[in-house]
């Protein structure tokens, strides 16, 4: 990274191999070498970026319509990052705008997905477009056609107000996990039965830390398509319907 | 109860403690998000005056939650020490600040008097209080607690080590736990919160731990950072648990959302008393708090949410706990924006917890969607240091990989002890020194070749 002369790790480095946690880092007195301080300083960099950093609509909104989804795009209540920083009640409603176009479009599927930037468009931006790929590769029938709707500025219950205006039964949200500083780039979904306004975190399911280091996008399409099947069968989601996808496939590895 | 304060003409009106609590309290963006700060800044001051005004007993008659409505308010009446009270019983909230201050509120003093201490009564003067006054009171505090060691003797301060992993997996865990060890960290906790939530995972936690614990005959104590239930089933299932840990608030609803009934946690306590795992003391409980938690489950009652972190400690001081941590930048930006309102907030809570006998510690962190960095950090640690904060973090590079936040660092520990002459707990100490991993000063040494911590490593990377 630089041309420094970096000074030695510690001897335990070997045990390294086994977590990502940043061990065996070496000391100068009690103080972090210099490349060690910089590492840090540029995995934070990265991860303040990727809060900061707006969604490409465009680019996003391309890959859709190139996949066969081409998809409506709404705006939170949230104009801008600093104020969705500040009011997660803001980042939860829709525009009137917003609100205005879904209630025009309403869809016969029963599914919706909604592309949220939450708090790293990273994610979303990387993530979201392979994950529905592999939703789709693994089961046609209940992927290959289905609403998409953009929303930026958005927390996970912007999914709700979607949802509800589409008359939808089922809302897939994919947004953007807090970035930590090893892993910027982190994708949730968060899948919601019968979404309306005022749903608690309590009726949703979570798939969580779909990234290259993490959940890979088959493992994943594969859990949250169950949970989706189970979902709209037993008319639920939340902490009554329990992820039993790993008895239907083969243990989820990360890679 | 209303109360009203003219600044150059202009009356300003409050209209219930709540209120003015709410009103003085220093800038945060959990309160304006609640609706609840200042709307100007001579309105805060105004509110500050009125407050100054206030003697302390108004307390004991205003509750900022309805005592019908909720348990902790009912706990903190019902267990008020008058007697310990009387003190400062004649006191309104400006005098105590001064009072506070004074040569005569030395530790042995304060000591006397805080179960006499409402939380409401705390966090009110900490509104009158200044960074200095914050930090120069709470450093007369003092808390001190034992299970296998002693924490919050005076020149002291604990880690945690926690040495969380993205799987829970067990080498990934034991690998940050040799980490922490090497760099003479692990005195207050070896602590770590699991990603999973099924109780086979749990278990095999806790038997690592034990194993290192006993193997190496290293005189503290572990814990699995899951719900207290889990912990119950574990206990039941005849797993090693030292501490029990459980995330606490300031309102029963707050508890409520977290799962948990003041009853669950006195059942937790006897459960883990009764594995009489500790060997210099019994204090067997381990807390978590964060301002903005009540807000965050919709249950704040339209108080501040520093006044009710202050109630998290009057439910956390009920329970006698070995160590209670406010994790103060974890909840985010919607609740402390940036490293002035972190830093403001840790030194808040770390006063307000030990001048109710606490035994606080602080997770000196940030998230990466807060306006803070790493300097912020290095400011609130220095601070609390001086302070006498009872222990604070020690994460592998200050980068936690399961819970994806920056907190404090095993270097960061040894800069703080090193700066400030902070020693580790006195068993802990010794343990250290007879590893031969420190000297007689408490300076780390390198470890040698054949060090048996480095042949446990070695052990595990063959494996």
Known sequence: MTSLQPLPSDPWAPLRAFTPARIALGRTGCALPTQEVLALGLAHAQARDAVQRPLAVDRLVAELEHLGYPPWTVHSQAPDRATYLRRPDLGRRLTVESAALLDTQRSAAPVVIVMADGLSSLAVQEHAVPLLTALRQHSPARWSSLPVVVARQARVALGDAIGEHLGAAFVVVMIGERPGLSAPDSLGVYLTYAPQIGCSDAQRNCVSNVRSAGLSYAAAAARIDWLVAAGLSRRLTGVELKDESAAAHPPLLRD | ?463
């Open chain 2, 1 to 463: 109860m209303s109360f009203t304060h003219t600044v150059d003409g202009t009356q300003w009106r409050f209209n219930s403690l709540r209120e003015l609590l709410a009103t003085a309290s220093p800038e945060r963006s959990g309160d304006a998000l609640a609706g609840l700060m200042a709307a100007s800044a001579v309105q805060r001051m105004a509110a500050r005056l009125a407050l100054a005004d206030l003697p302390l007993r108004h307390f004991l008659l205003e509750a900022v939650v309805p005592y019908e409505q909720d348990d902790v308010t009912r706990l903190i009446i019902d267990t008020h020490d008058a007697a310990a009270f009387a003190a400062v019983a004649h006191l309104t909230v400006g005098e105590f600040r001064n009072w506070l201050l004074s040569p005569a509120a030395d530790t042995q003093a304060l000591t006397r008097l805080a179960p006499g201490l409402t939380p409401e009564m705390v966090a009110g003067v900490s509104k009158l209080m200044r960074h200095q006054d914050l930090i120069a009171v709470a450093r007369k505090c003092s808390v001190v607690t034992r299970f296998r060691n002693t924490q919050g003797l005076p020149g002291r301060m604990g880690v945690r080590l926690q040495p969380n992993h993205p799987t829970d997996d067990l080498q990934g865990v034991a690998a940050a736990v040799l980490d922490g060890l090497l760099y003479g960290a692990g005195d207050a906790v070896i602590g770590i919160n699991p990603a999973s939530d099924d109780l086979p995972t749990f278990i095999g936690l806790w038997q690592m731990l034990d194993e290192v614990i006993t193997r190496f005959e290293i005189p503290t104590q572990s814990c699995v950072l899951t719900h207290v239930t889990q912990q119950l089933r574990g206990m039941a299932a005849g797993a090693p648990v030292d501490l029990v840990f459980q995330s606490v608030g300031g309102t029963q609803q707050t508890n409520t959302s977290f799962g948990i009934t003041l009853a669950l946690l006195a059942e937790a306590q006897a459960a883990a008393r009764s594995l009489q795992r500790g060997t210099v003391g019994t204090q067997v409980m381990y807390f978590e708090t964060g301002q903005g938690s009540a807000l965050s489950a919709n249950a704040h009652h339209g108080v501040d949410q520093q006044t009710l972190e202050a109630r998290a400690y009057g439910v956390a001081r009920h329970f006698d706990p070995f160590l209670t941590n406010s994790v103060v930048g974890f909840i985010g930006p919607e609740y402390l924006y940036d490293g002035k309102q972190i830093i403001r907030a840790g030194l808040e809570d770390h006063f307000c917890g030990k001048l109710l006998g606490v035994p606080l510690g602080v997770d000196v962190c940030h998230t990466t969607h807060a306006e803070a960095d790493f300097d912020d950090m290095d400011t609130l640690l220095t601070l609390l240091g001086t302070a006498g904060v009872n222990f604070i973090m020690g994460v592998p590079g200050a980068d936690d990989v399961m819970l994806n936040y920056q907190s404090t660092s095993f270097h960061d520990a040894l800069y703080l002890r090193d700066l400030l002459g902070l020693r580790r707990a006195p068993e802990f100490e010794r343990w250290l020194e007879r590893m031969q991993l420190t000297d007689g000063a408490g300076r780390l040494l390198p470890a040698k070749a054949g060090h048996a911590l480095l042949a446990a490593a070695s052990a595990l990377s063959a494996a």
